[in-house]
């Protein structure tokens, strides 16, 4: 069994910078593959960023290309999503994910995941 327990979220302006964290415990052999997705009332979840094996692979979506980074500190067990440039549409739950699967599957693929965080609100206001 794999536990992930999201940190970091908050209430910041339009333009501002927040980092979650994510703390991984359990079997943490067992996943190579981390996400970050976010959700918002009547909407599907929503994949953001994601990292395979430590760093081999990124993959971000297009709305934050460029203001997101996903990093990995593999001896902590800990995944990172620093959030720069925030915009009024970023405020969701966010939440992050683990799941065992090829490199080729470590994105925004729901199904990819097995494991996933209660979430962490984040609101950015205009």
């Known amino acids: 069994q794999v536990q992930l327990v999201e940190s970091g979220g908050g209430s910041v302006q339009a333009g501002g910078s927040l980092r979650l964290s994510c703390a991984v415990s359990?079997?943490?052999?067992?996943?190579?593959?981390m996400g970050w997705f976010r959700q918002t009332p009547g909407k599907e979840r929503e994949g953001v960023a994601a990292?395979?094996?430590?760093?081999?692979?990124?993959y971000y979506a297009d709305s934050v290309k460029g203001r997101f980074t996903i990093s990995q500190d593999v001896a902590k067990n800990t995944v990172y999503l620093q959030m720069n440039s925030l915009k009024p549409e970023d405020t969701a739950v966010y939440y992050c994910a683990a799941g065992g699967v090829p490199e080729s599957l470590c994105g925004n693929l729901m199904r990819s995941y097995n494991y996933w965080g209660q979430g962490t609100q984040v609101t950015v206001s205009s």
């Open positions: 359990g079997y943490t052999y067992s996943y190579n593959c």
């Open positions: 990292i395979y094996n430590g760093a081999v692979t990124t």
